[in-house]
T-cell receptor, first 113, second 111 residues
């Protein structure tokens, strides 16, 4: 069974640009959640989607958005990038969601210059 | 919201010894407590979890205990091996179902 796939693995952007990250969940998993990981703030919850609907949202500004498609694949978008957005962005899928039994991808390492 | 504190931040143990990581949480409504292991260059991997209606759970060399009254839970790894070296995160779901992670513990197992 294939795991959670995130693309791209690495991204370098400049301030002010926008970026889109992609996540393909494990087959059969309808929940996809996104996390930001930084050395200073640790792992922080961004949002969760279940069957194309946003079910939960963390405390991030509106520049961070996401969506989920009918095949459960998900994308997250960050607009007007800031230096502080440099982080590892992790996607996780699960059967039920609500933070339970998450399977994480290897993440997308975003560097904002 | 939920606040999860994790100690220690680093833990060095000799191979074969036990390792214990402790976490406290603030939201009395929290009912799910997973532990994740993250190796370099990889995403976190669930190693064990426990629900609030259970006091202890064991899986081979790994065990988790939960004290709801004191709002703390712990991870115990026995007979540590070099492949146990990684960063370990505790977490707790808040009343909205959002997962809040602890800051992580770097575990180093020396042969």
């Amino acid at each position: 069974k294939a795991g959670v796939t995130q693309t791209p693995r690495y991204l370098i952007k400049t301030r002010g640009q926008q970026v889109t990250l992609s996540c393909s969940p494990i087959s059969g998993h309808r929940s996809v959640s996104w996390y930001q990981q930084t050395p200073g703030q640790g792992l922080q919850f961004l949002f969760e989607y279940f069957s194309e609907t946003q079910r939960n949202k963390g405390n991030f500004p509106g520049r961070f958005s996401g969506r989920q498609f009918s095949n459960s694949r998900s994308e997250m978008n960050v607009s007007t990038l800031e230096l502080g957005d440099s982080a590892l962005y992790l996607c996780a899928s699960s059967l039920t969601g609500y933070g339970e039994k998450l399977f994480f991808g290897s993440g997308t390492q975003l560097s904002v210059l | 919201g939920e606040n999860v504190e994790q100690h220690p931040s680093t833990l060095s143990v000799q191979e074969g010894d036990s390792a214990v990581i402790k976490c406290t949480y603030s939201d009395s409504a929290s009912n799910y407590f997973p532990w994740y292991k993250q190796e370099l260059g990889k995403g976190p991997q669930l190693i064990i979890d426990i629900r609030s209606n259970v006091g202890e759970k064991k899986d081979q060399r790994i065990a988790v205990t939960l004290n709801k009254t004191a709002k703390h839970f712990s991870l115990h790894i026995t007979e540590t091996q070099p492949e146990d070296s990684a960063v370990y995160f505790c977490a707790a779901t808040d009343s909205w179902g959002k997962l809040q992670f602890g800051a992580g513990t770097q575990v180093v197992v020396t042969p």
